[in-house]
């Protein structure tokens, strides 16, 4: 079946790591998306990548890093300059623009 | 980048259509309207998307109005499964897809 998965589903944060959130899909899209959700509210863009080897900031990069190596990887970073990474992380990728974005099931990040 | 504005929550009867509205005044003429909803804790799902016509597919219908300032989504029958929070987005046409999420609407459908 074809779709975006991301592990793990709970993360555990100590102060001071970092700490890597994966995202793979097999839909061939070439765009892909990394988004933060605090309860409550809707999503925040962190960073794109709309091809591979390229990567853009969205709108709360601060604290973050990726790399787009593959095409259907798309790693996230939360690094120790993150100094509220408690969050729901959600990924996402799409055809390009226009088109639908799907969804991962998401990771839960909790700081210890 | 348009900003979107929606109720906070809303209740439906189950099996009566859901009629979710959404202000998006500053809409520009190359942007989609998109509408997702999202399950607690997974997630957002697509439903439908338009630019200028009426749109319906197997999950709902997607009415905007001839000035394209404001949507409104409808779920036709709705079931206690569509309880969900009903995010609508203007996405930006053109450079990166973003899709810019507001805090949406909590729909509780009753039994």
């Known amino acids: 079946d074809g779709g975006i998965t991301q592990s793990p589903k709970y993360l555990f944060r100590k102060e001071g790591q970092n700490v890597t959130l994966s995202c793979e899909q097999n839909l061939n899209h070439d765009a892909m998306y990394w988004y933060r959700q605090d309860p409550g509210q809707g999503l925040r863009l962190i960073y794109y990548s709309q091809i591979v080897n390229d990567f853009q900031k969205g709108d709360i990069a601060e604290g973050y890093s990726v790399s787009r190596e593959k095409k259907e990887s798309f790693p996230l970073t939360v690094t120790s300059a993150q100094k509220n990474p408690t969050a729901f992380y959600l990924c996402a990728s799409t055809t390009g623009v226009g088109e639908t974005q799907y969804f991962g099931p998401g990771t839960r990040l909790l700081v210890l | 980048d348009a900003k979107t504005t929606q109720p906070p929550s809303m209740d439906c009867a189950e099996g009566r259509a859901a009629n979710l509205p959404c202000n998006h005044s500053t809409i520009s003429g190359n942007e989609y309207v998109y509408w997702y909803r999202q399950i607690h804790s997974q997630g957002p799902q697509y439903i439908i998307h338009g630019l200028k016509n009426n749109e319906t597919n197997e999950m709902a219908s997607l009415i905007i109005t001839e000035d394209r300032k404001s949507s409104t989504l409808i779920l036709p029958h709705a079931t206690l499964r569509d309880t969900a929070v009903y995010y609508c987005?203007?996405?930006?046409?053109?450079?990166?897809?973003?899709?810019?999420f507001g805090t949406g609407t909590l729909l509780a459908v009753q039994p």
């Open positions: 987005t203007a996405e930006r046409g053109g450079a990166t897809n973003k899709l810019i």
